[in-house]
Each structure stands twice: as C-alpha cells, then as structure tokens.
C-alpha cells in the first residue's frame, strides 16, 4: 500500500474487526498504546468502539509535552523573562501550564519568547541577533533528540557563544519499565511507538517479552496500522508467542537509525534522574547535555531555579498517563479542564489523551458500529 486511502480502507477495517472478534472471543484483554499519536487516531477514528467489548486501549505516557512535570515547565518561564533573554520553543510548548501560567502569558508580560519548527530556527535567531542570548526548550523522546543534536553540532562547528540548550528530552524505555511494575494496571501487551521506533529500531523493547512476558507489535499510525497490530498482539497470545513484533515496516527499521543514534551519543548522556508527571522521579530516563557541548547546555550557564511543583490537585493527568483512568474519568474533564482552559498537560498536545478524546470522543459505540455498516 502507497497512498493514505488504502490504510482506511472500510472493507479491510471490517475484515480485521471481523478476526480481532474471533481471535478475542470472551476473554479480556488490554493492550496500551505507549504514543500519543495512536491515541489521537485510536479517538479520531472511533476505533475504540469499533473493537469487540473484550478488547480496551488504555492510553500511556508516550505524549513528549504531557509527561514534562510543572516544575520543569516554571523553569523555563524564568528562563524567558531573564534580561537579553530569546526563548525559543515548540508551538506546543506554549499552553503548557506551570504554577505561573504559561509562555504565552509571560510573552504577554514582555517576555520575548518565540515559537519555531526546528531547533535550527532557534540557532538562525542566535545568530541574526549576537546581542541576545537565545535559548531553546528541547522536548521530546528519541523522535526529536536527533535535530536538537544536528543543532548542537552546527552550534558548535560555527562558534555560536549565544545561543544554549534547556535540554527535556526523554527516552522510552524508562517508562515502560516503570509502568510494567506499577501495581495499578494489569496489562495484555503493548502498541509500541511508531516514531520513536524510526531512530531507536527494535532491540530496545525486548525487555517487555523477555522479562515481562508480555508482547509489543510497533504500530503505524492509521487506523489499519492500529488494527492490524492489535490483530497481531492477538496472535501472538493465542499462537502463545510472545516477542517484539514489526508492523510498520514501510518505516521502522530493526536496526533504527544509525546515523542519529551515534550523533546522539555524541551530543547526549543520561541524566541520573528526572521526574516525569505522573511517574515521579524514573532513574535515567532522560538525556542531558554531553560535558563536550556543556557552552551550550542552559542549566549550566544560567542559575535556575529548579524548583519542584506539585500538580494542581483537580488533575488527574499522573493517572491518564498512567491508564489507569480514561480521560472522561477526570473529575475536571471538559468542564474547568478543556483545550481552551487546560489544567493539565493531557489537554494542551494534540497527542494528549484529554484532547483527542475531548476532539474526537464523543463518538458513541453504537453510532460507530452504524458507521462501519454502512462505510
């Protein structure tokens, strides 16, 4: 298959729909998603309700802007309100809440802070403005790690003095170890990462079958990708497998990306400990700066704060990212948490499970079987 339409295919839709029935027949099963970006197609395309009752997608802590905790979030608005200071940040950066609101209302304040499409953008305005110091907040998992590496590299090879690195880059495998001893959830396998498969290939997760017992197929992103995958966790439970399996073979490849994996190495190590919202405190499980980049790394040229900050108590984000409740389960969901208003995290990122569900949720089951009738 080549072109978007033939992974939406309804006819094929219903012919998976049709086997994930068989191979599930009365025993439950619950496979979680570990990346937002399952979550916004699993909600987009009413494929939840589509699944037999037997089968539940629990969402997990796979969205890079929902898992940064607030303290890490006020750090960087003190970042951008010091004197000379650029900030430079992903859009989605800019709604996330700390305890003092968000960037957006420190730019509104006077803070000049500036959203961009590329850490390389952040580096051009380092450059066209010697005068300022300009810094970039680098999140994500190993999806985005690799152009804030390139960044460093050309940052360092022209001499750029100006311009640093708030580096909040996390890694997946963490994560999942945490969740996978966490006593609140019970879980059948996995639907693993997609995009940060791309760069870390297949070797990282064989953990999850050979310590764990339990299987992982790394998923694509349409919605035959998500229902071919969880066919395939079926299989393999009931052909008693139990391994990390590939679905999205048009573009993980087993080995990953070894290109960004060394250039990573290069510009990156691991941190001790960093605490991700939800999780608490997950030893190494975070990349900081190399002590050869350390010109560039932010934390070092500046006196920050570091302050920790616990979660408004109204949100229920630690639990979302957990599965251990379904967005619609938080007691602030789509009243005084919504996209426009978010609480927490899970509702600011597109990949964040309130959002999705809060967008594309309101599909009821019965009204989505009707759908997949007649499509």
């Known amino acids: 298959m080549r072109f978007v339409d033939e992974f939406r295919d309804p006819a094929a839709a219903r012919a998976l729909v049709r086997s994930i029935t068989d191979l599930a027949g009365d025993d439950e099963f619950k496979f979680m998603e570990v990346c937002g970006g399952h979550t916004h197609t699993i909600y987009r395309h009413g494929i939840e309700h589509l699944l037999p009752e037997t089968v539940e997608l629990v969402h997990g802590p796979g969205c890079p802007v929902c898992v940064i905790p607030m303290g890490r979030v006020d750090d960087a608005m ?10 430079t940040t992903f859009g989605d950066m800019m709604r996330v809440p700390g305890s003092r609101g968000n960037l957006i209302e420190a730019k509104a304040r006077g803070a000049d802070v500036r959203f961009v499409y590329s850490p390389l953008d952040a580096l051009k305005i380092a450059i066209d403005n010697p005068d300022r110091r300009v810094v970039f907040f680098a999140v994500g ?5 690799p152009s804030t590496a390139v960044t460093l590299v050309r940052a360092k090879a022209l001499g750029v003095s100006n311009f640093s ?4 880059h996390v ?41 764990y017992g339990k299987p992982m197929v790394v998923a694509g992103f349409e919605p035959l990708d998500i229902l071919a995958s969880v066919h395939m966790l079926l299989q393999q439970i009931r052909g008693c497998r139990c391994e990390v399996e590939n679905q999205y073979t048009r573009v993980v490849r087993p080995e990953g990306n070894t290109q960004a994996l060394k250039l990573m190495a290069q510009t990156f190590e691991l941190r001790p400990h960093f605490e991700w919202r939800g999780l608490g405190f997950i030893s190494q499980s975070a990349l900081r700066l190399h002590p050869d980049y350390a010109d560039f790394d932010a934390e070092r040229t500046f006196a920050m704060p570091g302050v920790r900050v616990a979660d408004p108590k109204a949100c229920q984000c630690g639990e979302v990212l957990k599965g251990v409740i379904k967005p619609w389960e938080c007691k602030v969901f789509g009243t005084a948490c919504t996209p426009e208003t978010p609480i927490g995290t899970c509702m600011v990122s597109p990949e964040g499970a309130c959002a999705a569900y809060y967008n594309f949720g309101r599909l009821h089951r019965e009204t989505a079987l009707v759908l997949g ?3």
């Not at 690195?165 to 909040?168: A, L, Q, S, T």
């Not at 001893?181 to 059948?188: F, G, I, M, Y």
């Open 141 to 145: 998992f190993e999806t985005t790690a």
């Open 373 to 375: 009738q007649r499509a």
């Open 171 to 211: 890694t997946i495998v963490p994560p999942i170890k945490a969740i996978l001893e966490s006593p609140d959830l019970r879980l059948s396998g996995f639907l693993g990462p997609g995009h940060v498969s791309t760069v870390v290939g297949l070797r990282p997760y064989r953990f999850v079958p050979d310590v």
């Open 78 to 87: 003190w970042l951008a309100e010091q004197p000379d200071v650029i900030f």
């Open 165 to 168: 690195v708030f580096c909040n």
